[in-house]
């Protein structure tokens, strides 16, 4: 964990003139499938749908960890590059346990052009660290509980990611929204996948922090 917070800390302090925003709205998924596939998969890259959805819990539980899992999950392979290449995969795969937002490929497309080429680059490492970070929470968060915070806040929940910085959660309908601190918003697509070190909820947008 001491590692986690050193990392998001040198992200906090880089400064950066990228500028992420969402070109397309991620919008609230309309069905939830209910497992993750564990097959071992190679890395590769892969627009979410439409209005209203149910988020229903996909009850898995793995041995594994955060990190082995999302490396044999084919629509997280680009999020598993990402990982990589910010250096948190040996972090991800400690004793945690941790909360991770995870994006699924999709999400990353809807970001401006160009952007995660960028953000790959290893000059700007620290700010991908930060945009990572910001995805985690430290703890185990389940569905459940993420809903009852919501309850117990009027209709909304404030978590304080990794990074640092507020990332802000609510329902809408029957979904589970995140919102960043610019206003994008992501949806739960796939919630409490347990794994050995935390829980994934696999969503369908990237949340991006300040980065100024």
Avoid: C, W
């Avoid at 950066?16 to 993750?36: F, H, L, N």
């Avoid at 991770?100 to 080429?117: C, I, K, S």
């Avoid at 610019?182 to 829980?199: F, I, R, T």
């Amino acid at each position: 964990m001491l590692r986690i917070h050193a990392i998001a800390a040198a992200a906090l302090a880089a400064t950066s003139s990228i500028a992420i925003a969402q070109t397309t709205p991620a919008a609230a998924p309309t069905a939830m499938p209910q497992t993750m596939d564990h097959s071992q998969h190679n890395m590769t890259g892969a627009t979410a749908t439409t209005q209203t959805a149910t988020t229903t819990p996909a009850t898995s539980t793995s041995t594994n960890t955060i990190v082995e899992t999302a490396v044999a999950t084919p629509s997280l392979s680009t999020l598993v590059t990402a990982v990589q290449a910010a250096d948190l995969a040996d972090t991800l795969s400690g004793p945690g346990p941790f909360t991770v937002f995870a994006p699924e490929n999709e999400a990353f497309t809807r970001l401006a052009p160009g952007t995660l080429d960028t953000l790959l680059k290893p000059e700007n490492k620290a700010t991908l660290a930060k945009v990572l970070t910001y995805h985690v929470v430290p703890g185990k968060v389940t569905l459940e509980q993420l809903k009852a915070q919501i309850a117990a806040g009027n209709g909304t929940a404030t978590l304080t990611t990794v990074e640092g910085s507020p990332l802000t959660v609510a329902e809408e309908g029957a979904a589970i929204v995140l919102t960043d601190t610019s206003g994008n918003k992501s949806y739960v697509a796939k919630p409490d996948l347990e794994q050995s070190n935390g829980v994934v909820h696999v969503v369908n947008g990237v949340v991006v922090p300040k980065l100024t």
